[in-house]
């Protein structure tokens, strides 16, 4: 084998297939660039303000750290592995796929939800759904398994009878119920118009600056 096709060899085995390598994790702050936005409706926000975004913060409370001692942990919940798993992005994901900083403080950020953005956060493919659905944005909205990851009776907080499904049965979680307690959808009216319609804000704003 001579020299060149050695060093290729060595090369392949080295660089990852981009056919088979996993997306990386970008962070909610990369996320916020466009969904922190008026014109999009202020995902960020919603999300911060909401459970997931206070989903580390709800570890330092009187009830989290008795919960953890009641299970036998040897830390504070806010330290525990067994809690971060399910409070914190950061500590779910392997940090060697974070191209950006995932803030543990962030909580379950959306990536937790909407799949790693490194692939499909460009304006250009999230503003089209067939681009980002091919580039691994993932389909919170319909695919439960997401949750129940996390939202399950492994938790030491889940509840048998939480929600009422409409059959009226009782049930510990329900999709449909659980998402429509963290509304942060994308206006009708800006689905896969938001690059035209903001260029047309930003021409707007510059002529008004004449």
């Not at 926000?45 to 299970?71: C, K, M, V, Y």
């Not at 990536?111 to 691994?136: L, T, V």
Request: positive net charge; charged residues 30%.
């Amino acid at each position: 084998m001579s020299l060149l096709a050695a060093i290729a060899c060595v090369g392949s085995l080295l660089s990852p297939d981009p056919a088979t390598a996993e997306p990386n994790f970008v962070g909610a702050e990369k996320c916020k660039a466009c969904h922190g936005k008026e014109l999009m409706g202020d995902q960020y926000s919603a999300w911060r303000a909401g459970p997931h975004g206070q989903a580390f913060n709800s570890l330092s409370s009187t009830e989290a750290d008795e919960i953890a001692r009641r299970l036998g942990l040897s830390r504070a919940a806010s330290a525990s592995p067994e809690c971060l798993r399910c409070h914190s992005t950061a500590d779910r994901i392997d940090q060697a796929r974070a191209a950006y900083e995932v803030k543990r403080e962030d909580g379950v950020q959306c990536e937790s939800c909407h799949g790693p953005g490194h692939e499909y956060r460009k304006k250009k493919i999230m503003s089209d759904q067939k681009k980002s659905a091919a580039a691994g944005l993932w389909q919170a909205g319909r695919d439960a398994s997401i949750c129940t990851k996390c939202h399950n009776a492994e938790s030491p907080t889940f509840d048998e009878s939480r929600y009422s499904p409409t059959d009226g049965s009782r049930s510990g979680f329900d999709f449909d119920q659980a998402r429509a307690r963290i509304p942060h959808s994308i206006p009708e009216q800006v689905k896969g118009r938001y690059i035209e319609l903001e260029r047309e804000a930003k021409e707007k704003a510059r002529r008004a600056k004449r």
